[in-house]
């Protein structure tokens, strides 16, 4: 009569150990998932930054060749000049 509740006891710490097991394997696996999601996020910041570099240097061209062209306009005498 006494081995029947240790035997019970045993078979419930299998079943315990069992399921840890299976949480040990989803946090595992859900702790893979979140660092590949945070290189990932690193690197869609990495090109963000690119990206707002290329448009500085865009507009930093776009800038030069308006002030070429009016230079050239003023030249050819196309540009009103600003009254002062």
Known sequence: MTDE???LMLE????????LAVVRDDVREIKHRQN???RQIVG???????DAESVAHVE???DRFGERIERIERR???????SA
């Open 5 to 7: 509740p240790i035997n």
């Open 12 to 19: 419930h710490l299998r079943v315990i150990r069992a399921d």
């Open 36 to 38: 590949e999601m945070a």
């Open 44 to 50: 869609l910041r990495r090109d963000q930054v690119g």
């Open 60 to 62: 930093a061209r776009l």
């Open 76 to 82: 050819l005498g196309l540009l009103d000049e600003p």
